[in-house]
């Protein structure tokens, strides 16, 4: 069993950032692929970013290309996700899940995820 415990959200003003953490428990994620999810108001769950557990892969949505950055601490058993440049659009739940298997394949797909935290909210003010 995982627990994870997203952190870090809050009321940011557009161009400003944010650094959220997704803290995991109950097992280690040191070989677990990690993504971030986000949910907007009245839109369904997408994809975000994603690491593999070495960080040698990582994969971003193109709407957050070169804003974005994931990164992980696995002696932490800890996510990151840095957030810069913060746009309106970007509102929402931010959700960190655990890929099912370790492979990479199907990475941007929420049901390749077994563990989701609560989720963090993000709002970007204009």
């Known amino acids: 069993q995982v627990q994870l415990v997203e952190t870090g959200g809050g009321l940011v003003q557009a161009g400003g950032s944010l650094r959220l953490s997704c803290q995991a428990s109950?097992?280690?994620?040191?070989?677990?692929?990690m993504g971030w999810f986000r949910q907007a108001p009245g839109k369904e769950r997408e994809f975000v970013a994603a690491?593999?557990?070495?960080?040698?892969?990582?994969d971003y949505a193109d709407s957050v290309k070169g804003r974005f950055t994931i990164s992980r601490n696995n002696a932490m058993n800890t996510v990151y996700l840095q957030m810069n440049v913060l746009k309106p659009e970007d509102t929402g739940v931010y959700y960190c899940?655990?890929?099912?298997?370790?492979?990479?394949?199907?990475?941007?797909?929420?049901?390749?995820?077994?563990?989701w935290g609560q989720g963090t909210q993000v709002t970007v003010s204009s």
């Open positions: 690491t593999t557990w070495s960080g040698d892969l990582t």
């Open positions: 109950g097992r280690s994620l040191s070989s677990a692929t």
């Open positions: 899940a655990r890929k099912r298997t370790v492979t990479w394949v199907a990475h941007v797909h929420e049901n390749a995820y077994d563990y």
